[in-house]
């Protein structure tokens, strides 16, 4: 089995400032890690994924991710936020191998203030 | 792009009604998937189907749940009946693979 855990409930800042969302996992397995944003009253959009390769994966918006193996976690990072990312953002984490159905953290709500 | 498409968008129900949920996944797409987002809470793994059969339920996928895949193009899920805490967000899922699904907008199901 895995877990999720996303560090932060809520992370506010200001438009055009970076921005990080953390998240962390634990598997017994190899996995594959995702990235995931819902915009108010929207469902669930990919923002990016893990599945081999480079560590540090590009998403769409500006944002990237980078696989830590050691540290087992997957940060979200954007240089800089535009009032329009203002979204709930969920990491998600699954088996490289097996059924893959991906566990979800609780999510981060990124509040971008002008 | 291709989208997975979910209706209603809303529904209300009594305590103890049925309620179906209805998704139209992506035409290309083998597996699909249910899950559900309780109000301030983390998104969870209802079901999934593949080859029209269940592959995979979580415990939270009991009796009163089922679904069905009836004419090739719907995937529906069914609550039998209806208790307040299942108010939640419903999501359908599909992939073309086991990873990098694609979701639906969501159904607010809410019980009264």
């Known amino acids: 089995a895995q877990s999720v855990t996303q560090l932060d409930s809520q992370v506010p800042v200001f438009e055009e400032a970076p921005v990080e969302l953390r998240c962390n996992y634990s598997s017994s397995v190899s996995v594959y890690l995702f990235w995931y944003v819902q915009y108010p009253n929207q469902g669930l959009q990919l923002l990016l994924k893990?599945?081999?390769?480079?560590?540090l994966v590009k998403g769409i918006n500006g944002f990237e991710a980078e696989f830590n193996k050691s540290q087992t976690s997957f940060h979200l990072r954007k240089p800089s936020v535009h009032i329009s990312d203002t979204a709930e953002y969920f990491c998600?984490?699954?088996?490289?191998?097996?059924?893959?159905?991906?566990?979800f953290g609780r999510g981060t709500s990124l509040i971008v203030h002008p | 792009e291709p989208e997975v498409t979910q209706t209603p968008s809303h529904q209300v129900t009594q305590m103890g009604q049925e309620v179906i949920l209805r998704c139209v996944p992506i035409s290309n797409h083998l597996y699909f998937y249910w899950y559900r987002q309780i109000l301030g809470q983390k998104v969870e793994f209802l079901v999934s189907?593949?080859?029209?059969?269940?592959?995979?339920k979580s415990e939270i996928f009991d009796d009163q749940f089922s679904v069905e895949r009836p004419d090739g193009s719907n995937f529906t899920l069914k609550i039998r009946s209806t208790k307040l805490e299942d108010s939640a967000m419903y999501f359908c899922a599909g992939s073309l693979a086991n990873y990098g699904y694609t979701f639906g907008s969501g159904t607010r199901l809410t019980v009264v």
């Open positions: 998600a984490v699954s088996p490289s191998g097996g059924s893959y159905i991906p566990t």
């Open positions: 893990y599945l081999s390769g480079s560590t």
């Open positions: 189907f593949y080859n029209n059969e269940i592959s995979e």
